[in-house]
């Protein structure tokens, strides 16, 4: 998924939120993601969180070091991203579904987010 700031500022909000389904703006398209900025102070009905290799659990805490060079000089870089998560992870009213793309750096990830209560969907036996 293509997150970086060139294609995410390329985002019309108010379409990609409420524009029909079939409609290529649409949200439902899933053709291009909303940052935390896009979606902050919004209540979706369900929302659609894809978890990335920015925030990892690894050796029983978080870690952002597989969160690119291109980071921002923070003074708490890691309270900013668990900020994100939080920001992204609170946005659906009825729900929220988070994808954990099936990569191997992310095993450890989704073993802890199941074991704080996250369910698990499955179709077919995978993730």
Known sequence: MDNTF???KQLRVGPWYNADPPDSQSCCRLQTVATEFSSQGLELDCALLAWGSDLLWTDGGWSIEFAGTNRPRLKDPLSVRRNV??????????????FVPPEARMDVTYERLLAVGMRELRQGGAR
Not at 85 to 98: F, K, S
């Open 85 to 98: 998560y939080r920001v992204l992870l609170t946005r659906g009213r009825d729900g929220t579904v988070v």
């Open 6 to 8: 060139q294609t995410t």
